[in-house]
C-alpha cells in the first residue's frame, strides 16, 4: 500500500466518525488542531483503522500519533 | 421578600404527532392518532407489535457525525429544547448561563445505546465499543447535552421518576427559580425505548395494549375496552422564566406556572394506592401551592394512562382533591404514552389549552367506564374558557406530580 492509499483510507475513516472533510486530510494535518478530532473520536479512528488496514495499534503508540503523516509511517511499518 | 411568579415563555417538541409543537398541537386538536404497527423484523416475534413512534427522524433534523455520538434521547431532548429556546426569543441572545438552569430527566435513559452495544461487545469484544458509549447512555446524558446546546452554568439537573419525570423535571425548575438559584431554567422530560426489550418487560408486566390489528384504537384512556398502553417516543421541553426578567426583556408570556405538587406512595413498587392516595395528596399540594380557587381549575389533562386499574382511580382522585367541574383529556389517547417525556408533553398541550381556550379530544372514548363520573371531551375538541389547569402524572415507584398552570 502506497502512502496515498493509505491517506484516503484515513480520510474516509475520518468523514464517517468525525464529519471531516476528505479534502482537508494530508499528512502535514495536526488530527487535533486542524482536524478538530476530539479524543473521543480519536478512539474510534484507530479502531476503524486497525480494522482497515489489518494493524494493531496499541494505545501507548496513539500519543505519538499527532499528525496524518505520523499515522500513515505507523501504518505503512506495520503492513 | 415575596416569592417570585414563574412564567412560561419558550415551548419545544417533537412527537408522534409532529416535529414541532403547532402540528403536534394542530393534530391533537383535530384528534389524530400517532400510533402505528411496529413493521421491524424485530418486532414480529412480540406480543405487543404497534408504538407510538416518532412523526419525524432526529436524523431529518441533526447531521450524521452528531447523531454518531447521541442516544436517540438525547438527541430528540436537544431538538425540542433548541425549538422553545428559540420559540423564547432566547436564541442569540446574551443570557447570563450562570442565571440559566436544564431540568431535564428521562424514565428509562439510554436502554438502547446499553443494548446496541452489548451486541457488539458480543460479537466483536470489548476495543469495538463505541467510546461514546456512557456519555451516551448515562442517564444525565439528556440534561448535560441541552446543558451544553445551551451554555448553563447554574446547574443541569436529571430527574428520574418513571412516568413522572417530565412533570417532575419541571416542578424542579419551578423550585429553581423560587429559590433564586437561576433566572430560566429550561425543564421537560425525552424518552426514546421503543425496542423488544422494553417492550417485552413491560408486555410481562401486562401493561401494554395488545391490540395489534387496530393501531390506532389502541390507547383508549377510561374505555371499558381498554387493556393497556401504547408505547410512545418523544421529547418535551417547556422555557421557564422569572417573571420579572421575561417582563423585562419583552417576552410573550405563554402561562403562569402557577403551583406544584410533588408526593410519594410508600405503598407498592408499581401497583398505586388503592383509594389514589399519594395523588389524591399531590393535586392538594399543587393547588394549594398555586394560590388559585378550585373553581378556577376547569380543565385536567389526566395521566390516563389506558390501563385497567389507573384510569379508573385517577378519576376518584380528582373528584376528592378538586370536585366535579373539571374537564378532562387524556391526550396519551393520540400520542400513547411517552413515560418520561409523558408529564411533559401535557404540560405543553396543557399551556396551549389555556392559551387556545380550547380543551383536546380523548378519542377512542367509545364506551365509556359507568365511574366515569367527570366530564370528558370525547372525539371533538371542546371550546372553553380556561382561567387555570392542572396536569396530573404518576410513575412507576409512587411517584406523584401534579402542576397548575394559569393565565398569565
Redesign the interface.
Known sequence: MTRDEITTGLAEILEE???VNPDDVAEGKSFTDDLDVDS??M??VV?AAEEKFGVKIPDNEVQNLKTVGDAVSYIAAQS | MSRPDVVVTGLGATTPLGGDVASTWDAMLAGRSGVSALTQEWAEQLPVRIAAQLAVEPSEVL???RL??LDRSEAIAIIAAQQAWADAGLAGSDLDGERLAVSVGSGIGGATTLLAQDDILEASGP??V???TIPMLMPNGPAAWVGLELGAKAGVHAVASACATGAEAIALGLDIIRSGRADVVVAGGTEAVIHPLPIAGFSSMRAMSTRNDEPQRASRPWDRGRDGFVLGEGAGILVLERAEHAAARGARVYARLAGAGITSDAYDIVQPHAEGEGAIRAIAKAIADADVAKQDIVHVNAHATSTPVGDMLEIGGLHKALGDHPVLSATKSMTGHLLGAAGALESIATILAIRDSVVPPTINLDDPEPGLTLDVAAHKARHMEIPAALNNAFGFGGHNVALVFARP
Do not use: F
Open positions: 466518525v468525525a464529519g473521543l473520536s478512539v474510534e479502531v | 447531521d450524521r457525525v454518531r455520538r476495543r469495538r463505541s467510546p461514546h
